[in-house]
């Protein structure tokens, strides 16, 4: 029942510091996205993949970087933190194939903050 | 790009009552769905609409994807403690590129005892 999992669930970071946000999911989904929520602005989507080797930009992509070598695990890169990176980060996964009506299943988040 | 108006942001009511909250969109979506995140917690899906026209129930909660696809609404009946979280709405377009999804801004609900 592992479903979509995230890691770490809480960072702290310095400014210019780098990290990786690890996402990884169970469901053989080739749907992949990253979306950040900050307060009043609803769910912004960063980067998506439909598939392995795939990936492409979303509404809010600059000081991220994403890879998908493996159709389970779809990780974020920080190259260099800023104080506006400091967010909730949720990483989703949904069944892309013929039929797909967009669902997405969502990870429990990671909290990040930028010092 | 596409955007989606929400509201209202936020609202307190007593348990018991009925509330109801909306999604207007300035772009036409083939998919409308309701989000609904629990404190500490990713969102998780409660409804999702395929057809304009649609009304669709689950269990207190009832949805409709607008005639004119660019808007829908959520209504949940008779409130009580748990539906405390945030609500939101999403579309999905199979425009093009764009098969994610745009969400909207969220609902806040807090429920009084």
């Known amino acids: 029942n592992a479903g979509v999992t995230q890691t770490p669930k809480f960072q702290v970071l310095k400014t210019g510091q780098s990290m990786t946000l690890q996402c990884a999911q169970d469901?053989?989904?080739?749907?992949m996205s990253w979306y950040r929520q900050d307060p009043g602005m609803g769910l912004r989507l960063i980067h998506y993949?439909?598939?392995?080797?795939?990936?492409d930009q979303g509404e809010v992509p600059n000081g991220y970087n994403v890879s998908r070598s493996t159709t389970e695990d779809f990780p974020l890169r920080l190259l260099s933190a800023a104080p506006s990176q400091t967010s909730v980060y949720f990483c989703?996964?949904?069944?892309?194939?013929?039929?797909?009506?967009?669902?997405?299943?969502f990870g429990e988040g990671s909290r990040l903050t930028v010092l | 790009g596409q955007q989606l108006n929400q509201s209202p942001q936020s609202m307190f009511i007593q348990e018991g009552e009925d509330v109801s909250m909306n999604c207007t969109s300035s772009?036409?979506?083939?998919?409308w769905l309701w989000y609904k995140q629990d404190p500490g917690e990713g969102p998780v899906l409660l409804i999702a609409?395929?057809?304009?026209?649609e009304l669709t129930s689950n269990g207190r909660l009832t949805a409709q994807f607008g005639i004119t696809r660019k808007d829908s609404f959520l209504n949940i009946s008779a409130s009580i403690p748990s539906d405390v979280g945030i609500y939101f709405c999403?579309?999905?377009?199979?425009?093009?590129?764009?098969?994610?999804?745009?969400f909207g801004s969220g609902t806040q609900l807090t429920v009084l005892p």
């Open positions: 989703a996964s949904s069944y892309a194939g013929p039929g797909n009506t967009g669902e997405l299943f």
């Open positions: 469901m053989n989904h080739e749907y």
């Open positions: 993949s439909v598939g392995a080797g795939i990936t």
């Open positions: 772009s036409i979506f083939n998919t």
């Open positions: 609409l395929y057809k304009a026209g």
């Open positions: 999403a579309g999905h377009s199979s425009a093009g590129s764009a098969r994610q999804l745009t």
